[in-house]
Nanobody, 127 residues
Framework: QVQLVESGGGLVQAGGSLRLSCAASGRTSSIYAMGWFRHSPGKEREFVSA????????GYEDSVKGRFTVSRDNAKNTVYLQMNSLKPEDTAVYYC????????????????????WGQGTQVTVSS
């Protein structure tokens, strides 16, 4: 089993920055691609960003491109999401997810492709 714990959420003014972290424990050798999703009231859960096991490939939802950066440190079993130029519409609970599909160079866009999920961290951006 794999456990994921997110941290770094909070309240920030529009234009500000936050850095989310997701620490994995347990059978971390079974983790390949990792992703970030978010869910806000009245909306479906949506893909935000993902990164391959090697870290060489990354993907972003269109509205966060150029503002968010995903990275990972496999030695620390941690994935990060640096969020800059935050907007009120970024307000949501952010979830970290890990996939067990064995690929070093791919990531996944669909929530159904991820096997493990964290408990979420709240990000609130005030206008």
């Amino acid at each position: 089993q794999v456990q994921l714990v997110e941290s770094g959420g909070g309240l920030v003014q529009a234009g500000g920055s936050l850095r989310l972290s997701c620490a994995a424990s347990g059978r971390t050798s079974s983790i390949y691609a990792m992703g970030w999703f978010r869910h806000s009231p009245g909306k479906e859960r949506e893909f935000v960003s993902a990164i391959s096991r090697s870290g060489g490939r990354t993907g972003y939802e269109d509205s966060v491109k150029g503002r968010f950066t995903v990275s990972r440190d496999n030695a620390k079993n941690t994935v990060y999401l640096q969020m800059n130029s935050l907007k009120p519409e970024d307000t949501a609970v952010y979830y970290c997810a890990a996939a067990s599909t064995k690929t070093m160079t791919s990531y996944h866009l669909l929530a159904s492709d991820y096997s493990y999920w964290g408990q979420g961290t709240q990000v609130t951006v005030s206008s």
